[in-house]
């Protein structure tokens, strides 16, 4: 049985990825902090002996005895408020935890399968953005902490190919949604389903005007499954090109949860990208793959999900 490590397994992606593995037919051992993650992700493997969970702090190293076929590199605070709560973790997280998942993929010959993200094009000038547009990135702003460090975590994977021959995929995930996100952690999808069912005002920052394209979970990670098992090297946009203003979003999930509560207007954060729209051609060329829930299937299912009952009381991230 192939054994992968899955790091920041524990978290919304890491833990569908984690699953997934299991059911592909390996053996996974998740790797995570908890500062945004929870066990209670993993429910649906808690008494599955293929998963196992070490707790810890993937920047001080990644403590995984025994064969290792696959390192699957997820810790890090994803959204916007957990990394800006946690500066010098979410850098250290992109550089230090990066190099030590990579040196275990190394020690192992093992394939190595890097989560980046959209982030690394920055404010892009180039609409959509293909894997070749080199991005356009404030390195000293708020948010350069997390762009910063997923771009040195592209660099650092890439300089492993080069100088060891390390089978290297690096995805760029693309806003992805669904299940496990956590409460509060002041995503957009999140925070305007969790607004709508307490009736609350939907939280529009800025004029809504500014883009996104938002990513069904099944199918982002049925294609990092498709990277992590192809021949391909580089970095592939993984993501759903239909592009919708945050205004849109916020009609749609008023519609969706069949609320009619009134949408308010907040100051946009610094440096928050004006659009942001994948261009999937290499992903559809290469594995073959393209997403397949359209977003208002997606906020429907999501909001019959917190309607079942799901969620915790909002917090924000620790420091
Ligand atoms: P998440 O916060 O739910 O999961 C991140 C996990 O990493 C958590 O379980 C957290 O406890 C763990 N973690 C953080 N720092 C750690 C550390 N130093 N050591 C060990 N574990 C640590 O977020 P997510 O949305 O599942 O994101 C997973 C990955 O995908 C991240 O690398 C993120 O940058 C990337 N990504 C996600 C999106 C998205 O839309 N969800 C978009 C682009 C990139
Ligand atoms: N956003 C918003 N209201 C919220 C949360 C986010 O209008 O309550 C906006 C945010 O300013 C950004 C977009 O929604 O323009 C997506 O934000 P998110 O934090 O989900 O992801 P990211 O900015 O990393 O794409």
Request: proline share 8%; aromatic share 8%; glycine share 10%.
């Amino acid at each position: 049985m192939p054994r992968a490590v899955v790091t920041g397994g524990a978290g919304f992606l890491g833990s569908h990825l984690a699953e997934a593995l299991v059911g592909g037919g390996y053996e996974v051992v998740v790797v995570d902090d908890f500062s945004t993650g929870r066990r209670e992700n993993l429910a649906g493997l808690a008494d599955d002996p293929r998963c196992t969970v070490v707790e810890h702090d993937v920047s001080w190293g990644l403590p995984v005895s025994g064969p290792v076929d696959a390192v699957c590199h997820l810790a890090s605070p994803a959204s916007p408020p957990a990394y800006l709560a946690r500066p010098l973790e979410t850098l250290a997280v992109g550089s230090e935890g990066t190099r030590h998942a990579l040196a275990l993929a190394h020690a192992h010959g093992a394939r190595f399968l890097l989560a980046s993200t959209s982030e690394i094009y920055g404010d892009p000038l180039v609409h959509p953005q293909p894997e070749d547009y080199l991005g356009n990135v404030s390195s000293i702003g708020p948010r350069s902490v997390y762009d910063e460090a997923k771009r040195f975590a592209e660099a650092i994977t890439m300089a492993y190919h080069r100088t060891f021959g390390l089978d290297t995929k690096i995805v760029r995930i693309f806003n992805t949604y669904g299940p496990r996100m956590a409460p509060g952690d002041g995503r957009v999808v999140t925070n305007f389903i969790e607004q709508a069912l307490a009736g609350s005002p939907l939280t529009v920052y800025g004029d809504g005007t500014q883009t996104r394209s938002f990513c069904w979970v099944d199918d982002e990670v049925r294609g990092l499954v498709a990277l992590l098992h192809s021949d391909w090297t580089g970095p592939m946009n993984i993501g759903n090109p239909a592009e919708f203003t945050v205004r849109e979003l916020a009609e749609l999930v008023r519609e969706a949860a069949g609320v009619d509560v009134p949408i308010t207007f907040a100051p946009l954060p610094q440096d928050d990208p004006t659009r942001r729209r994948p261009d999937i051609t290499r992903a559809g060329a290469v594995l073959g793959w393209r997403p397949e829930v359209p977003l208002r299937e997606g906020v429907e299912r999501l909001v019959a999900w917190y309607r079942a009952g799901r969620p915790a009381p909002a917090r924000l991230p620790d420091r």
